[in-house]
């Protein structure tokens, strides 16, 4: 009999007694003058989500899951290395979308070998707001004669869910346009030897999206009614909320129903959406005041131990800023896992005692460097810039070019991180720094070239014969000069200063795109002519595991209940998605958007 039944009887029983005026052997009775339905009996005891629980007891969270959207496109612009694509669902899409943006003569266009089809994809993470750009990729269809994608642009295209049914393409809601210039991958992975490589590439940046994308927490089925919802939702409103314009607060919570609350990401979460939604997990509901305090001295336990660090870091974060003098008694711990761990709560707490740990990890900590930059990039006090800049002039490349994007986040219009537009195919950044010259190119999100060092030199005996009639040679004067010479055009020279920031803009003028300054500097350093090093997305990853065993020396009262607290976390997560998948498909609803 559970805890509630066992109440209710007891309550009928008194009743009993009252009105017989007699003894009664324990258990539930009736009156002997009343039926037991006559009797009203109000059940005052507590419902489960009354008592002391949090957030992650009564829900899951949905929506986390990455989603694909496609369109098909065409790309102009090839040398000569497109195609004439079969009859297909894609090619009569295609044509039909040509038709509408009133494109004459849309199959004979489409039969160029200056022209191919393409299916464009994007790849929505959670959490994603509209006017958020996002990376689009580029591929021939597998049946394409098409030999290569380079040098073409891709015409604006319409992204949303597709299939082929009933030999026909169907789309559903636009999510997202796009349209830019096409990287292949031969380039970005430096394999110009691969012809299907050179089939499939990435417009940077080049797709827009329309809407939001959702998250959310479903409520578990023992729990689901519209006061638990309620509840939860109060309950984070209470904790994260944002001011409008007008000055007025803002919850990120919204208790759909009695089975669904919906999230918005909170701003200081906007790049860490999968730890807004595990801090959330942690909101406590319906705690006293003694039992908060409680809940902090448990937590700060835990946090002092490197095996729990993490969770209890994320549990005081979730209690806002009672918990802050509890973290900051893990800066001064021994071990690294914990000041860590401490830093970044408080980081995302905006307090700016988490410097000094956040500095310590991104210069030396390889793996929590990615997340050290994140929580730096929500600090608000002005002593991070500084922090940031004196990173610029690390070895590392991570770390170096770490400090650079998360002050190019921050103050994008700063002078130590000001770029020059390139005539609209890239941004040039010429940095300031002490370490070895570093020439750095992004292949992800936007095109950038980033130049760590002063005027780097190039030798003025370098000679390089490039594809599309593109030379660059030393001059006896100590000058560098780059050519373009087309058949049927009238050839162009510049002339530059010896200097990798110069010949970057020669080579802009003389009608270069981003890929082909990516080949010119890569060469160049093959030759010998560079001085410096050349990397490609020398981005700190998220993925990387810090290993326990650094920290054999550290005493540790290690909880195994701890040890499986991600795995449930992301259990949870499963399990909610397989459950949304299911429901979707019972209620005819397919779409990852609309997730509910």
């Not at 003058?33 to 899951?60: C, K, M, Q, T």
């Not at 004459?104 to 790849?123: C, G, I």
């Not at 006017?131 to 269809?141: E, F, H, K, N, S």
Request: net charge negative; charged share 30%.
């Amino acid at each position: 009999m559970t805890t509630r039944a066992l109440q209710s009887c007891s309550r009928r029983t008194v009743l009993s007694l009252l009105a017989g005026g007699m003894l009664v052997m324990p258990g539930c009775v009736s009156s002997w003058f009343h039926d037991e339905e006559d009797i009203p009996v109000v059940d005052n005891s507590p419902a489960e989500w009354e008592l002391s629980r949090v957030v992650g007891d009564l829900s899951v969270p949905v929506g986390l899951n990455t989603a694909k959207i496609q369109g098909v496109s065409m790309v102009a612009g090839l040398d000569n290395t497109g195609s004439d694509p079969p009859p297909s669902p894609l090619q009569e899409a295609l044509i039909n979308e040509m038709r509408i943006r009133k494109i004459a003569n849309p199959n004979t266009e489409l039969a160029s070998p200056r022209t191919s089809l393409v299916v464009a994809e994007a790849f929505i993470p959670p959490g994603a707001r509209a006017g958020q750009r996002v990376d689009i990729r580029v591929v021939a269809p597998r049946d394409s004669e098409t030999t290569s994608l380079a040098g073409g642009w891709m015409l604006e295209v319409s992204l949303s869910e597709s299939a082929v049914l009933e030999g026909r393409l169907r789309t559903g809601e636009t999510f997202a346009r796009g349209y830019g210039a096409v990287l292949t991958d031969d380039i970005r992975e430096g394999r110009e030897d691969s012809e299907l490589l050179r089939k499939r590439g990435l417009i940077l940046g080049g797709g827009l999206l329309k809407k939001d994308r959702p998250i959310g927490l479903a409520m578990r089925a023992d729990d689901v009614s519209i006061q638990a919802s309620a509840r939860v939702g109060q309950a984070i409103n209470a904790r994260f909320f944002s001011y409008q314009n007008g000055g007025g607060k803002t919850g990120v919570a919204n208790p759909v129903d009695d089975k669904r609350v919906e999230l918005r990401v909170h701003p200081k979460y906007y790049d860490n959406v999968r730890r807004f939604v595990r801090v959330v997990r942690y909101i406590p509901i319906g705690d006293t005041t003694e039992e908060r305090l409680q809940r902090i001295q448990n937590a700060e336990a835990e946090l002092m131990i490197p095996e729990s660090a993490e969770s209890a870091a994320m549990k005081l974060e979730a209690l806002g800023k009672d918990s802050l003098d509890s973290l900051k008694k893990g800066l001064v711990s021994k071990s690294p896992l914990v000041r860590f761990s401490a830093s970044e709560a408080l980081a995302y707490l905006d307090d700016p005692a988490a410097l000094p740990g956040l500095t310590e990890a991104a210069r030396s900590e390889s793996e929590f460097r990615h997340r050290a930059y994140l929580a730096m990039g929500t600090l608000d006090d002005l002593a991070v810039i500084d922090e940031l800049e004196g990173l610029l002039h690390c070895e590392s490349a991570e770390a170096r070019y770490g400090a650079f994007e998360t002050l190019l986040k921050k103050t994008g219009k700063s002078p130590i991180v000001r770029g020059i537009d390139m005539k609209g195919k890239f941004v040039f950044h010429p940095v300031r720094s002490n370490a070895t010259p570093l020439i750095h190119f992004r292949l992800t999100e936007r095109a950038e070239v980033v130049v760590f060092g002063d005027n780097i030199p190039v030798r003025t005996d370098c000679v390089l014969l490039m594809p599309k009639g593109l030379t660059i040679t030393g001059t006896p004067d100590g000058k560098i000069k780059v050519t373009r010479v087309v058949a049927g055009q009238e050839s162009r020279a510049f002339m530059c200063e010896p200097s990798v920031g110069e010949v970057i803009k020669g080579v802009v003028d003389a009608d270069g795109d981003y890929p082909e300054v990516m080949k010119v500097i890569y060469s160049l350093k093959q030759q010998g002519t560079i001085d410096a090093r050349v990397e490609s997305d020398s981005l700190a990853h998220s993925d990387r595991v810090y290993y326990l065993d650094r920290e054999e020396g550290i005493d540790s009262d290690y909880s195994a209940d701890e040890e499986l607290e991600d795995e449930a976390v992301e259990e949870d997560t499963e399990a909610a998605e397989s459950e949304e998948f299911v429901a979707s498909e019972k209620s005819g609803e397919k779409t990852w958007w609309r997730f509910w």
